[in-house]
Every structure is written in structure tokens, then in C-alpha cells.
């Protein structure tokens, strides 16, 4: 007798054609994805800092993509750069070697300042931490990690777990041992009235307790120069570098986080370290994000000793591939041709003083922080207490007005505002007037 079929499931009712893509999407992909706004945005192109909609609506883009699009969108020497290159050949993977990827990584190691500096590629932030995680631990032979509170790393398993803070890392089922310091935030709490000098030796005495708890050997320290997804916060300059001496004491390898803060985006220095430069450079250093102007690439830099503790063959099938590393190559000449680090001083000073200046007459913002263009606008209730739900409402305002803006912070009340490089001081003023009005009414609503 056969055995009786296996009951199908039924398959999920198909959306109609008329179904909005918001629909559509929400039947196919994880219901933890993050999308902005009530009613979803689709984007159709962009030119220069603006973007436009589905429906044809033009919006002046004060979030870069999600800090992606570096220099500008549609700029026409990465599409031309990577027209010719998808016209010649799409893949080749890291087996050969393609021109552009070797220039790319010879650019960045003389640009990383780390010493006898090796480059590797691959296709994400997250990736790119995972792979600095592996040679720390490798090379230290321990998977003791120090991170910092209020961190975020990226996605996967090992990045999770040197991601301070619970709601951005989902799972406490971690692969490495993650001790986490002082240095993050610094706007609540017993840290929050001490001098520059008492906050820097209050987080080096945490630093030493720390070490202090850990099992023998410790890997390393991850850390992001600025706090990207932690609301844009910045230690005071000089932390890093004392850290750097009571990890170099024992060994301990710096990893510095560079995805959001490299290429000249905090304005005054060309990679988020330099702000701590009596340390010199990380032992490793990862960058993702700007560099592609919007095409996949992440990597990381570590000095050849670093970088060649790894016994077995690594390859990525993607990272380095040429038509990335074209668009890379192109995108960084560009930046560096037009001093855009320059530009993001100049012009990313003016905003975050326009910013403060609308901030003064507003009890909803509590601080408006910003290095370069990496301005953060701190939203509180009344009551002093985090305001999530104003920074929502903000975007929403903002979008009606035609302008996108991030957000975030550990309680999702921090405004993000990260343009493209090539802001103008026009564009800056049109933003500044929109966030201004926009404040006002998320003023009004709260009370
Ligand atoms: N590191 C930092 C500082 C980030 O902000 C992010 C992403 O936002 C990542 C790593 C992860 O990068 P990706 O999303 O490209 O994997």
C-alpha cells in the first residue's frame, strides 16, 4: 500500500497587481526588516543630493542613501566608470586580478596611515567586521572582545556580539565573549557632568576594571570613532588615544570602525581616528559604506603581520569585484579632486550652526551634536525622558516638506542628518529652513 502524499501547505494568497509594493513586501520579506515612514517611500532616482518618488515628488536627501551615497547620486563619473566596466566584464572574483582593485587597494592602504597596510575586500560593513573579529581573535588567540556600549557592528553572528546595545542584536547565543566599556554615551547618567579630561579618565579606569574581568588574553577592541546607529555621538576627542596606551601595554589590537566615519565625512579629519591621532592609527582598521557611492563594497586594513595570520586560503566571491572597484576608484578620486572633506568642514560647520540656532528656542531638542556632515539632533519629552515617537513624527514632516533625514540613538529619538559631501550651501540653507519648520510643528505636538 503506498503511503499516503504529504499535505501540501497551501501557498500564501498572491497580492493582486494592484497591490502597493508596501503590501507586496510585507508578504515576502521579514516583518524585522526597518522601513521608514507610515506609508513607505519607493524611489524611483536621484540626481546630485535629491532623490525622487514613484509619484514623481522631488526630496532633497539629507541622509546620503543611509550614508552611501558619499559624493553625490547619479554623479557621472562612477555611472561611466561603471557602465564601461559592466560593458567589458561583470565578475572575475579574487582567483585573478583586475586593475582596479589593486589601484583601489593601493589608494586606501597610503590613505589608512596604518604601516606596511594590506587591503581586503569584501562587500559590506558587517563583513568587513567580521573578518577584522577573525584576524583579532586569530592573531590574539582568544575570542575576548571589548566594545563599547551603544555600539552598532552590523548583522551577522559575530558582529551582533560586539553590538552594544540589545535591541540592534538580537541573539545573546554569541561566538565570542564581549565585555563592554564606558565611552559611548555620554548625555545621561554619572557621566554626564564630568569635565572632557575626568569623562576620559573615568573610561580608562572602566577600561583597566574591565581587563581586570576578562580571562587572560584579549583579543581586541572594536569601536566606532563616532557612534553612527547610536545617534551620531561622539567621545571627547583623546579617548581612543588613551585607551590605545593601556591596550598596546598588553597587546591588544584597536579595530576602528570606520563605516560611518571614513572619507573625509566628520570634516575635520579624513578617517574618525584621527580625532584620537596621539595614538596613531588602529592596528585594524574597516570602511564600507561611502566608498561605493551606493555599490557594494566594504573591507578592511590591517598591517601585513595582522592581515597574514590567517593560515587557510580566504577568498570573497564578490569582494572585490571589478565593477565595485571601478565605481570605487572613481568615486575617490572624485572626493579627493574636490576636497569634499573640505566641503563637509565648511559647509557641515554652517548647518550644525543653523541647527543649534533653531535648537536654542525648543525644549523638544536637547542637543544638537555634529563633526562635518554628521549632524545629530537629540529629541526629549518634556520631562527630559528620550522622545521616540517626535523623531518619527519629524520624519514624517520632513518628508511632507520634501527633505529625508535618518534617524536614531539607543531610544530611537536622535535625528540623522548626513548629506551627500557635495552638499551646497543653498541645499544647506533649503534643509535647515525645512527642519526648522518641522521642529516646530514636532514642538507643538509634544507640548
Ligand atoms: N559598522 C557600522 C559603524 C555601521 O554603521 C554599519 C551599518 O550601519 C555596519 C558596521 C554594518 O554595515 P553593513 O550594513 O554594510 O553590513
Request: proline share 6%; with cysteine.
Amino acid at each position: 500500500m503506498s503511503a499516503a502524499p504529504p499535505e501540501a501547505t497551501p501557498p500564501a494568497p498572491a497580492p493582486s497587481a494592484a497591490a502597493s509594493l508596501h503590501v507586496r513586501h510585507r508578504a515576502v520579506m521579514p516583518e524585522w526588516l526597518a522601513l521608514y515612514y507610515r506609508e513607505p517611500l519607493e524611489l524611483t532616482h536621484g540626481e546630485g543630493r535629491h532623490v525622487w518618488d514613484v509619484q514623481g515628488r522631488r526630496y532633497l536627501d539629507f541622509f546620503g542613501g543611509i550614508l552611501t551615497t558619499m559624493t553625490a547620486h547619479a554623479l557621472p563619473e562612477v555611472t561611466k566608470a561603471v557602465a564601461e566596466q559592466a560593458g567589458r566584464i561583470l565578475h572575475t572574483s579574487t582567483l585573478y586580478l583586475d586593475r582596479h582593485m589593486v589601484e583601489l587597494a593601493e589608494r586606501i592602504a597610503s590613505l589608512s596611515g596604518i604601516p606596511d597596510a594590506r587591503v581586503f575586500f569584501t562587500t559590506s560593513g558587517t563583513e568587513a567586521n567580521d573578518a577584522a573579529l577573525l584576524l583579532a581573535t586569530t592573531h590574539r588567540r582568544s575570542n575576548q572582545i571589548l566594545a563599547m556600549r551603544n555600539s552598532y557592528h552590523g548583522r551577522s553572528f559575530s558582529s551582533v556580539a560586539v553590538t552594544g546595545n540589545a535591541s540592534w542584536s538580537p541573539t545573546s547565543l554569541s561566538p565570542l565573549q564581549t565585555l563592554y566599556l564606558h565611552g559611548g554615551v555620554r548625555s545621561r547618567g554619572p557621566y554626564a557632568a564630568l569635565s572632557d579630561g575626568e569623562f576620559i579618565a573615568a573610561c580608562v579606569a572602566d577600561l583597566e576594571d574591565m581587563l581586570g574581568q576578562a580571562h587572560g588574553n584579549v583579543a581586541a577592541l572594536i569601536a566606532e570613532p563616532v557612534q553612527g546607529v547610536g545617534g551620531f555621538t561622539a567621545p571627547p576627542d583623546g579617548l581612543y588615544a588613551a585607551f590605545r596606551e593601556v591596550l598596546a601595554r598588553r597587546g591588544i589590537l584597536w579595530i576602528s570602525d570606520e563605516v560611518q566615519t571614513g572619507w573625509g565625512r566628520t570634516g575635520d579629519h579624513f578617517w574618525g581616528w584621527q580625532a584620537h591621532a596621539a595614538s596613531g592609527p588602529p592596528d585594524i582598521l574597516t570602511f564600507a559604506k561611502g566608498i561605493g557611492n551606493g555599490m557594494s563594497i566594504g573591507g578592511v586594513v590591517a598591517r601585513a603581520e595582522v592581515m597574514n595570520c590567517l593560515s587557510a586560503n580566504s577568498i570573497s566571491t564578490f569582494g572585490g569585484s571589478p565593477v565595485t572597484m571601478a565605481a570605487g576608484l572613481a568615486n575617490l578620486t572624485y572626493l579627493l579632486e574636490h576636497d569634499l572633506q573640505g566641503n563637509a568642514r565648511r559647509v557641515g560647520g554652517l548647518l550644525t550652526e543653523r541647527l543649534r540656532a533653531i535648537a536654542a528656542g525648543l525644549p523638544v531638542v536637547r542637543e544638537v551634536r555634529g563633526r562635518g556632515l554628521m549632524a545629530g539632533v537629540e529629541l526629549v519629552r518634556p520631562d527630559g525622558s528620550p522622545a521616540p515617537e517626535a523623531a518619527s513624527l519629524a520624519l514624517e514632516h520632513a518628508r511632507e516638506r520634501g527633505l529625508l533625514i535618518g534617524k536614531g540613538g539607543r531610544e530611537a529619538n536622535v535625528l540623522r542628518i548626513a548629506p551627500p559631501l557635495s552638499l551646497t550651501v543653498a541645499e544647506a540653507e533649503e534643509g535647515a529652513a525645512i527642519i526648522e519648520e518641522t521642529l516646530r510643528q514636532v514642538q507643538h505636538a509634544e507640548g
